[in-house]
């Protein structure tokens, strides 16, 4: 069992910066691919950005790419989504997700992903 806990989301302007945390239980949290997700309001849930169990490998939407990065700490269990440049269209719940099958690189799909967190959610305005 993993559990997940996001947070740092908040209501900022646009243009501003917030960086979220996921904090994993579990010893072997090194050896998970973790993801970000975000869903707005009657919305599908949408992939936003990927990394692997080393943190070698990164992978962004679109929408996000050159804006935010994700990253991770393995000795604190801890991924991390640095979002800069905020636009209104990030408004959304944010998830992180893992992918526990060892030593996996990146993984964008969201079915792939065994263990969700609650959300933080992230408000910008005009």
């Known amino acids: 069992q993993v559990q997940l806990v996001e947070s740092g989301g908040g209501l900022v302007q646009a243009g501003d910066s917030l960086r979220l945390s996921c904090a994993a239980s579990?010893?072997?949290?090194?050896?998970?691919?973790m993801g970000w997700f975000r869903q707005a309001p009657e919305k599908e849930r949408e992939f936003v950005a990927a990394?692997?169990?080393?943190?070698?490998?990164?992978y962004y939407a679109d929408s996000v790419k050159g804006r935010f990065t994700i990253s991770r700490d393995n000795a604190k269990n801890t991924v991390y989504l640095q979002m800069n440049s905020l636009k209104p269209e990030d408004t959304s719940v944010y998830f992180c997700a893992a992918h526990t099958r060892p030593h996996t690189l990146v993984v964008l799909t969201r079915r792939w992903y065994d263990y969700w967190g609650q959300g933080t959610q992230v408000t910008v305005s005009s």
């Open positions: 990394i692997s169990w080393s943190g070698g490998n990164t």
């Open positions: 579990g010893r072997t949290f090194s050896s998970y691919a």
